[in-house]
Nanobody, 125 residues
Framework: QVQLVESGGGLVQAGGSLRLSCAAS????????MAWFRQAPGKERKFVAA?????????NYADSVKGRFTISRDNAKNTVYLQMNSLNPEDTAVYYC?????????????????WGQGTQVTVSS
């Protein structure tokens, strides 16, 4: 069983930045592919970014965040991060962290085995 706990959400003005963190339990964190998804009110959950296992040699981003968001991982701290810059109101959502036991950087939510509870990000105009 893997537990994921997100933090770092909050209220920010358009153009601002936030860094989300996701702390994972367990001693095999480096083997997991990790991802961030988000869900806006009344909408389906959507892929944001993903990073492959170990050193994270593979990353994937949704087109809507490419160039603004950066996913990274610190295996020594069992943590994955999402640095979000140039935020706009369309980025407002609950952001979820997910873990893939196969270690890939998948875009599909069905590939992920464990999910966190989410952290709210609100961007005001």
């Amino acid at each position: 069983q893997v537990q994921l706990v997100e933090s770092g959400g909050g209220l920010v003005q358009a153009g601002g930045s936030l860094r989300l963190s996701c702390a994972a339990s367990g001693r095999t964190f480096s083997r997991y592919g990790m991802a961030w998804f988000r869900q806006a009110p009344g909408k389906e959950r959507k892929f944001v970014a993903a990073i492959s296992w170990r050193g994270g040699s593979t990353t994937n981003y949704a087109d809507s965040v490419k160039g603004r968001f950066t996913i990274s991982r610190d295996n020594a701290k069992n943590t994955v991060y999402l640095q979000m810059n140039s935020l706009n109101p369309e980025d407002t959502a609950v952001y979820y962290c997910a873990a893939d036991l196969f270690g890939l950087a998948e875009r599909l939510s069905g590939a992920y085995d464990y999910w966190g509870q989410g952290t709210q990000v609100t961007v005001s105009s």
